[in-house]
């Protein structure tokens, strides 16, 4: 008879204290992708040369799979139909080689290319296609993962009506000469995924919406050349004879030399779109608390594997890394079985994973908003009560920190926030950029006025000395801005960046603070008009061949000039960003038409996993109901491709109305709230934020929104 363990007091305490992700300290989380429909027939021959392919959006680059960034250049893209799910991996290789021409057989001895497949995400039934740069091929079906220790592995089974081609960018096997790389394309018939997915049981495509979890992969080896060894190449060894680890490059890291680990997987999400549209996702709000329950569960497998059961009491269990995740409790225990359970704080979700590794969720009883606030990192705060400031606002409900500072700022606050249980985006101010000593080396870098004065020198910008706006269109500036980005989307432990400033000085400032200015601007003023630099002004003409019209109010090609300059440069930045696998987020003006008209930035142009639109309704002398026109037109304008979290400014919201407002804002769609800033985050709002959630929580309006 299995004796199940009740939980005690002590146990119950450990998992109050345990922080969410204490396994994954440094890994970001699991790339969240969209696949889009084709539009028309896709031929499998490895030239990819359909309209569709070349509009089809490439996956986040392969990262080594521990984690680290790599050279490695891949492209991969991803489409589907009602038959079929393409895979296209375009592959720049060297040294192109391979030697194993029997299908089923152990492909990975040579470089390859990978396809995991967990249709459900339920980590259990998923598939595993590989092929070397012969076009041999190896199909496997996994009823679980290794690492329950019976390796469970169907090698006859196959995948009926799977077409691939493999075209070559060079010779094969010929030690000496320089390749280009090899090419991948492949049709899954649906019956080959869906007709495994444990929950339910298909022979079908999925439904637009639906998701799977995927990965892919690239293996090789260091070798040397050797005409004696098969292809030309031997395996470097080490002293004992044996091969030198291989790399292993990946979409979505595991945190250790297994891709086996299905719960790393990233996320591949069904799109009726068209391909080439920009649309994106962010994480599931119960992402962290899934992979804590994993993280749980892999601890208490390795301690198996160590003592022959697992951790009993909490005493063993900490010393073994087997702490029980935030929000979960152990259903039952025993040396040889479990059942862990978490219900989500944010979706009332109930989640529950055993010791064979099934899954389960059940469905949302609600689902309460992000909440993100801007935090000034720079403000002089000892650490033990930055510390307590990321409790408070963790304990009032706020989930994700918006932090700026210096690089060193951002590397000590990130880690803080994340033993808090925050996400964390890093704030980059993007075009201007108050007192960076690089820029300030380069006069030139500056933005120009129409009246031919420069954000260099003080005397000469517009409102406010912190106005030092940079030119769009220089590549120096561009370098600069996409090294600052790279930085920052390097910091261990955050979830993204975030850009602010970008775009160029108000060319009209929101009504209510024109009195501040002593201004009265119905209309485009040329000290406020940028940018007229000589380089923009040689790129304008060579564009359209003239000048700007000697009214360039009226010159719809020189608007457009300007704002096809801002989503240049806020495109690349975002991909510098992607490029580490963090999402890219902007602070931008509240809609798309609003951005436009007074600071040059159309941002429904911006490639944005995440746009924080400050609609700070007494800026326009606008009332509260404000909130909600402009979201909803905000949402039209973008049609819903990227993911909003509108902004209130909490100077101008006393606590009393900070729920009225975050109703408004929820009730028109908002699943992300963005809050500005730590600062005016008193105790009092706090508490406001707090009693809101509860009431979403329990399905009851808030109070103060009584009639």
């Not at 775009?503 to 119905?522: F, N, S």
């Not at 000048?547 to 495109?571: G, I």
């Amino acid at each position: 008879m299995i004796e199940l363990r009740t939980l005690t007091a002590a146990a119950l305490a450990l998992s109050a204290a345990a922080p969410i992700r204490a396994d994954l300290e440094n890994l970001p989380l699991p790339p969240v992708s969209v696949c889009q429909r084709c539009t028309g027939p896709i031929t499998i021959d490895g030239k990819a040369d359909e309209a569709d392919w070349k509009a089809a959006i490439p996956l986040s680059p392969l990262r080594d799979i521990e984690g680290g960034a790599i050279a490695d250049e891949t492209r991969i893209r991803l489409l589907w139909d009602d038959q079929y799910l393409y895979v296209l991996a375009e592959m720049k290789e060297p040294d192109l080689r391979a030697t194993l021409t029997e299908h089923d057989s152990v492909i990975y001895q040579d470089p390859d290319f990978e396809i995991f497949i967990d249709p459900d995400g339920d980590g259990l039934n998923y598939v595993e296609w590989e092929v070397n740069a012969l076009g041999t091929t190896w199909d496997l079906f996994l009823p679980r993962p290794y690492r329950h220790g019976d390796n469970l592995v169907l090698h006859d089974w196959e995948m009926p009506g799977l077409r691939h081609a493999v075209a070559l960018h060079g010779t094969l096997n010929r030690p000496g000469d320089r390749d280009e790389g090899w090419t991948v394309e492949v049709a899954i018939p649906w019956r080959s995924i869906t007709s495994h997915a444990s929950l339910p049981r298909r022979d079908e495509a999925p439904a637009a919406g639906s998701s799977l979890r995927m990965n892919f992969s690239r293996v090789n080896w260091r070798v040397a050349a050797d005409p004696t060894a098969p292809g030309g190449y031997r395996k470097l060894c080490d002293d004992a004879g044996v091969p030198l680890p291989e790399s292993n490059h990946v979409w979505a890291p595991t945190g250790r030399v297994n891709i086996h680990m299905p719960e790393r997987w990233g996320e591949v999400i069904l799109s009726e779109k068209p391909a080439g549209v920009w649309e994106s996702r962010l994480p599931d709000p119960d992402e962290e608390l899934r992979l804590s329950l994993y993280g749980y569960l892999n601890a208490q497998l390795e301690q198996r594997n160590r003592s022959g059961r697992f951790a009993l009491s909490p005493e063993e269990a900490s010393e073994a890394g087997c702490t029980l995740p935030r929000h979960a409790r152990l259903v039952c225990l025993s040396e040889q079985h479990f059942v862990i359970e978490a219900r989500s704080p944010r979706t009332g979700r109930l989640w529950r994973l055993d010791s064979e590794g099934r899954l389960s969720r059940g469905e949302a009883a609600y689902e309460l908003p992000e909440i993100c606030l801007w935090v000034h990192g720079y403000a002089p705060m000892s650490d033990a009560d930055r510390e307590r400031e990321f409790a408070r606002m963790a304990e009032a409900g706020v989930t994700t920190v918006i932090p700026g500072g210096s690089i060193e700022d951002l590397r000590r606050l990130t880690p803080m926030a994340r033993r808090a249980g925050l996400r964390v985006i890093t704030w980059l101010w993007a075009l201007n950029r108050p007192d960076d000593e690089e820029a300030l080396r380069h006069p030139d870098w500056y933005a120009v006025s129409r009246e031919g004065k420069s954000c260099y020198s003080e005397a000469d910008r517009p409102y406010v000395a912190y106005y030092q706006f940079l030119c769009p269109n220089h590549p120096e500036v561009r370098r600069h801005l996409c090294a600052l980005a790279a930085e920052q989307a390097q910091i261990p432990g955050s979830d993204g960046v975030q850009l602010d400033y970008m775009r160029l000085p108000d060319v009209i400032l929101p009504r209510a603070l024109w009195e501040q200015y002593g201004l009265v601007q119905d209309r485009e003023l040329p000290p406020y008009d940028f940018c007229y630099c000589e380089r923009c002004l040689k790129l304008f003409a060579e564009q359209y061949g003239r000048a700007p019209l000697e009214d360039p109010t009226q010159d719809a090609e020189w608007r457009e000039f300007r704002l096809a300059s801002v989503a240049r440069l806020a495109n690349a930045l975002c991909d510098e960003i992607r490029l580490r696998n963090k999402y890219a987020a902007c602070a931008v003006f509240p809609t798309p038409e609003i951005a436009a008209r007074l600071v040059r930035q159309d941002w429904s142009r911006f490639r944005l996993d995440l746009a924080l639109p400050m609609d700070y309704y007494s800026f326009y002398a606008e009332p509260r109901s404000w909130l909600g026109r402009v979201l909803s037109e905000a949402r039209r304008q973008t049609q819903d491709r990227m993911a909003l979290a509108p902004g209130l400014h909490l100077p101008d919201v006393r606590p009393d109305e900070l729920p009225r407002e975050l109703d408004l804002l929820y009730r028109g769609g908002a699943r992300r709230i963005a809050l500005f800033c730590d600062s005016e985050f008193t105790p009092e709002h706090a508490d406001a934020l707090r009693r809101w959630l509860d009431a979403l929580r329990d399905k009851r309006r808030p109070e103060a929104l009584a009639p």
